[in-house]
């Protein structure tokens, strides 16, 4: 069976799509709660509100970091916890990094969003990374693998 799966197994890089990651550091004084409650219900609908957004991405998510249930799988996978520092990640999806730096450089984006994300979070001790994804298994194609 392992050699069957070898011979459909097609992981590639998406050529056609990049990701920026970031993971967030809170602002000063901001509770776990409070971070995710305005970035979810607030600070996102003002980012996906700026037409450079609805035009340059393809996706934007956001990952509410869980520092609790994230200790105990660290411990069930003898590993250590890092996020306690950090609060959550956004991912934006676009088909060429020109596209994502578009909104960052974008005159409203530096008027409306940035001023909001000071808010939230503290953007010298949150991190970034670029990178292109890469799906190596997906349910919806499980069967394709599974008729081999």
């Keep these: 069976m392992a050699s069957r799966l070898a011979s459909v197994y097609r992981a590639a890089l998406q050529p056609n799509r990049v990701r920026l990651a970031a993971i967030f550091h809170p602002a000063a004084g901001v509770s776990p709660q409070q971070f995710s409650h305005y970035w979810l219900n607030?600070?996102?609908?003002?980012?996906?509100?700026?037409?450079?957004?609805?035009?340059?991405?393809?996706?934007?998510?956001?990952?509410?970091?869980d520092t609790p249930l994230t200790g105990d799988v660290a411990v069930a996978m003898g590993s250590s916890s890092a996020t306690a520092s950090f609060y959550g990640m956004a991912v934006f999806e676009a088909e060429s990094y020109d596209k994502i730096f578009q909104v960052f450089a974008d005159p409203e984006y530096q008027r409306v969003v940035f001023p909001d994300e000071q808010k939230l979070l503290d953007r010298g001790r949150s991190q970034l990374f670029a990178g292109q994804v890469a799906t190596v298994w997906e349910k919806a194609r499980a069967s394709e693998v599974e008729r081999v």
């Design 42 to 65: 607030e600070h996102g609908k003002i980012f996906i509100s700026l037409n450079v957004v609805r035009n340059n991405l393809t996706k934007y998510e956001q990952f509410h970091f």
